[in-house]
């Protein structure tokens, strides 16, 4: 068995990992100690990133379709890239460069970003490479460049320790960042004094934590900010010496930020005045370490979010010294390493701007080309629209899923309908976009791909292979090579001349002499010693921990800019027709658009189903109740989702997580009811908000599926009746093996050919194995397949009351014998039975709530829990969710 260190490929954190392997085959990962990111720990995601990497529904050999009608079929490298530069070359040549575009992903190493970015302006001269980095991180970098002069976050995770107030903005770390939440759950059990505030719509596991929860209705941060600094300024909290030395615009934002007073904001923010002074004065006395994510981000006024909030540390001195930075949380484990490379429309290598003339004879010099093209690309949603208006005539998709990622889905899969080509670089066969995508390009995965990534607070990373690539994948850096030199053969040899990852660091290592990310002084052997952080230029020792302690920022006047914009609303106001906040998020155990954690079937015990979260309030005055099916409109689209009462939300609101598509749901998932509108600076769609209705979806025929087997190709079985059906929900269950579980709704009987092919599929047309009950008058018929005395399968049509309890029956493997008699009955459990494991709370330790619930009844506290049950014990996600379900209890007595 050999051992290899690497990064994980989720969120932005960037934990080190050990990845074992054994003959060719991932069998384990756990967390490196000797990373500083994470010191040995995991969430549950990283946990499970052994299983994902043995899963199936890897995309393994080049597929090609020359008629959009037909399947693809396999092909081999040369006749698929040569394919693909024909197809560029002619549009290239009849319509222009900027008739090409190529969409990539902050999963990508460092190196691929770089050669995209390459190929891209320097190669065909076009502008059109974005990043899905745009729908997360791209207001951040305008917000940090309109500010502080650079997209360098001056921060890291040690300032953590040394905060006197940690302020965390629109981010649910307890969920999407984890193991960072680890790290300040202990520091705030070191330091009792340590003041944790967390700004949320909801009340999230990181809101029950927080010393002050200010749940702001949608979209009013940056009222909120303004009222913090109109306090400071009421108060002398504000650091005079600091403004008048090292910023400029304060006199502008001070005259703004007058009329904002606590009282007037209350009103707009919908929290209370005394909570915005007693923020303001924590926020004040600091060290203040922020912390923000996509709700901040992910708005049509983002980049004024971001700099609102950082106009108060630069008000206040709370920059630059330990335990005071704005620190932007990136969503993607590379969104930093393609900002470097310039992997967005509007910017170049080394954290240079398209817009700048001498920026770009500085690039064109680098790449030995005669000139960058200045005209700035489209960016993600924009470039979209162009392909569905035939501006864009082909375009290239790395690493990501548009067709389930990006907002308005009905107008992106037209776009991808129409494009005369759409090349589909990927690892994963069965993501939603797969389906458009007229050349399949198998790319290596997480654990096959050499190569550097950066995290949040620019530490620069090696990603190690610890296995040979599976099938013909290859590269990504290395594909885009190949395409290169096929698509102009003299130039493109000339520019990508690379043999190696490392060839293609050296030329990226050295577009960065001199600019604020300098890294001349790293090389892949240093870096395979120890991850460091940037900037660290040739002769260093170290990288820098801290940027602007000397308050010199990178810009023209050396000083940080203060940010003057007013309050404005969210984009989409709520109506009669409309009476509704959405708020889009993240849940605990799944990540983004589930290519990777929707293979694995134990990261659906914590949340198996998209569901709709809403207030008692709200369900009552529509005449609902949690458990019923709801249809919940938007002005674009509209979702068939199971609703539950939440006391997260405050009346108005409801909540849907983001991460099923049409894979695993009816319909185009979440992103079918967001909106396209941008922010005017950062391209940034409003992804977390929109206006929607809510009604009652009447679907009286229902199914559910169950059937033990391969997880990836039992999903790809179904997927025909996700999308004939008003309500589907497909998922996996199980630890030991996978488990299909498909419950589906409709408004009609599906037609007897396609449950006949359904029961085909799943071995239910065995006579012999099979025990089946059918009431044809009443249009019942339910399947059961036992194989060596346990079950494997069942189909349950047009009653389905057993669907809980025969799904953990067949996981935990239990014998069919004792429970025969009640296969086929409409009960919801059965008497010899028992009550069923229930939701899985300690996804590490296989801990379900019943168990939990129960403990907690006989009088246990979380040490209780955590010694006799073992739960959060392990990675720990789990735990604010344990100290909720106690607190709770004894609200409850």
Request: a negative charge; glycine letters at 8%.
């Amino acid at each position: 068995m050999s051992v290899v260190s690497s990064v994980c490929c989720y969120c932005g954190i960037g934990c080190g990992v050990l990845i074992e392997a054994d003959a060719g085959k991932i069998t384990g990962v756990r967390g490196d100690p000797a990373h500083p990111a994470n010191r040995g720990k995991l969430c549950t995601k990283g946990v499970a990133l052994a299983l994902s990497a043995q899963a199936s529904g890897r995309a393994l050999f080049p597929e090609l379709r020359t008629d959009k009608a037909a399947p693809r079929q396999r092909v081999s490298w040369d006749t698929a890239l040569d394919h693909v530069a024909e197809k560029f070359r002619a549009v290239i040549d009849e319509h222009g460069p900027d008739a090409v575009a190529f969409y990539i992903s902050g999963q990508l190493t460092t190196e691929a970003y770089y050669v995209f970015n390459k190929l891209a302006k320097g190669l065909i001269g076009t502008n059109n490479v974005d990043t899905n980095s745009r729908l997360c991180m791209s207001s951040a970098v305008a917000g940090y460049k309109a500010t502080l002069g650079a997209d360098s976050p001056p921060g890291c995770y040690d300032d953590i320790e040394h905060a006197g107030t940690i302020f965390i903005a629109g981010s649910n770390t307890a969920y999407a960042h984890p193991i960072l939440f680890r790290r300040i759950e202990t520091a705030r059990k070191a330091d009792p004094e340590l003041k944790l505030i967390v700004v949320d719509p909801r009340r999230t596991d990181t809101a029950v934590e927080a010393d002050l929860h200010l749940a702001l209705l949608p979209g009013t941060d940056v009222a909120l900010y303004h009222a913090m600094l109109n306090v400071m300024l009421w108060e002398e909290l504000i650091d005079r010496a600091v403004i008048a030395a090292h910023t400029e615009g304060w006199e502008a934002l001070r005259e703004q930020v007058r009329d904002y007073t606590p009282e007037k904001v209350a009103l707009i923010c919908g929290v209370e005045a005394a909570d915005i002074v007693q923020a303001a004065r924590w926020f004040a006395a600091g060290p203040t370490l922020s912390l923000y994510c996509q709700g901040l981000n992910q708005s049509s006024c983002g980049v004024d979010k971001n700099a609102s909030l950082i106009n108060l540390h630069l008000a206040t001195g709370q920059i630059g010294k330990p335990g005071a930075a704005p620190l932007s949380l990136t969503g993607q484990p590379n969104a930093m390493g393609g900002r470097e490379v310039g992997g967005l429309a509007n910017l170049l290598s080394a954290h240079r701007d398209l817009a700048n003339p001498e920026h770009r004879a500085e690039v064109a010099r680098l790449w030995e080309v005669d000139d960058v093209p200045a005209t700035p690309g489209r960016t993600a949603v924009e470039m979209f629209e162009a392909v569905r208006r035939g501006e864009i005539r082909a375009i290239w998709i790395a690493c990501t899923n548009p067709a389930q990622s990006l907002p308005d889905q009905n107008r992106v899969h037209e776009a991808l309908q129409v494009a005369e080509c759409v090349v589909l670089q990927e690892a994963f066969a069965g993501t939603e976009t797969a389906p458009f995508a007229d050349v399949l390009l198998p790319a290596t995965a997480w654990g096959e791909t050499e190569g550097t990534m950066t995290n949040s607070e620019r530490r620069i990373s090696r990603v190690h292979a610890a296995v040979p690539q599976q099938g013909e994948a290859r590269a990504d850096w290395a594909i885009v090579c190949d395409f290169a030199r096929r698509l102009m053969p003299e130039k493109g040899a000339r520019l990508f001349p690379y043999d190696s990852a490392e060839a293609v660091f050296n030329e990226h290592r050295e577009t960065t002499r001199g600019r604020d990310l300098d890294i001349t002084g790293l090389s892949y052997a240093l870096l395979d010693r120890a991850p460091q952080q940037w900037p660290f230029p040739e002769g260093a020792v170290s990288g820098q921990a801290r940027l602007y302690a000397d308050g010199v920022y990178p810009a023209a006047s050396g000083r940080a800019c203060f940010h003057v914009a007013p309050y404005r609303p969210v984009a989409e106001s709520i109506d009669a027709r409309y009476p509704l906040h959405l708020n889009t998020g993240r849940l605990r155990d799944q990540w983004h658009a589930m290519s990777r954690t929707g293979r694995v079937a134990r990261l659906f015990a914590h949340a198996d189903t998209p569901v709709l979260s809403m207030n008692a309030r709200d369900l009552e005055l529509r005449r609902l109740k949690g458990g019923d099916l709801v249809r919940v409109k938007s002005r674009r689209g509209e979702v068939v989702v199971v609703a539950e009462v939440s006391d997260s939300l405050r009346p108005g609101q409801c909540f849907l997580p983001m991460h099923w598509g049409g894979r695993f749901m009816s319909g185009l998932g979440a992103n079918t009811l967001t909106l396209p509108v941008l922010d005017a600076v950062s391209k940034q769609p409003e992804l977390k908000h929109a206006a929607v209705q809510v009604v009652k979806a009447e679907l009286p025929w229902r199914m559910a599926v169950l059937a033990v087997g391969d997880g990836a190709k039992l999903l790809d079985a179904v997927q025909p009746l996700l999308r004939t059906c008003d309500y589907a929900a497909a998922g996996l269950a199980g630890r030991d093996q996978d488990v299909l579980t498909l419950r589906l709704a409709h408004s009609q009987p599906l037609p007897d050919s396609m449950l006949a092919a359904l029961d085909a599929a799943l071995g239910l047309d065995d006579s012999l194995a099979v025990m089946y009950y059918q009431d044809s008058p009443h249009g019942i018929s339910k399947r059961v397949r036992v194989d060596d005395g346990k079950v494997t399968a069942a189909r349950l049509t047009g009653e389905t009351a057993a669907f809980d309890w025969l799904r953990d029956v067949i996981v935990e493997g239990a014998a069919a014998a004792p429970l025969r008699t009640w296969m086929l009955a409409p009960v919801t459990r059965p008497p010899a039975g028992g009550a069923g494991r229930g939701r899985i709370v300690c996804n590490c330790l296989n801990v379900a709530e019943p168990d939990i619930v129960a403990a907690i009844a006989a009088g246990a506290g979380l040490a209780v829990l955590l010694s006799e049950l073992k739960c959060g014990t392990e990675c720990g996600s789990c735990v604010p969710e344990l100290k909720r379900m106690v607190a709770s209890n004894r609200v409850a007595v």
